[in-house]
């Protein structure tokens, strides 16, 4: 059975930080390149960060600068550092496997002064 489990959402001041995490588990990890989505209330999913297995990375331009994606191959696990978070990065946060229908179920992020 296939699972991606994201933790470490919470609530954060804007200009805080937080690391997500996405744990894989049911599946080779090595090899497949890897995405954090987002989802804010009446929005629609967009894509944040994508990495490939040999760390190449791609971020939408709105994150660019303030958020990191990496990731551990021997721990199965996929990163996301969020730096000098804004209100508007209030969202649950998904990681996928890229081009896969493999979901996390989300972990909330909210920026709130």
């Known amino acids: 059975q296939v699972q991606l489990v994201e933790s470490g959402g919470g609530l954060v001041q804007p200009g805080g930080s937080l690391r997500l995490s996405c744990a894989v588990s049911?599946?080779?990890?090595?090899?497949?390149?890897m995405a954090w989505y987002r989802q804010a209330p009446g929005n629609r999913r967009e894509l944040v960060a994508t990495i490939t297995n040999g760390g190449s990375a791609y971020y939408v331009d709105s994150v660019k600068g303030r958020f990191t994606i990496s990731r551990d191959n021997a721990k199965n696990t996929v990163y996301l550092q969020m730096n000098i978070l804004k209100f508007e990065d209030t969202a649950v946060y998904y990681c996928n496997e890229w081009g896969t229908s493999y979901w996390g179920q989300g972990t909330q992020v909210t920026v709130s002064s």
């Open positions: 049911g599946r080779l990890f090595s090899g497949k390149t």
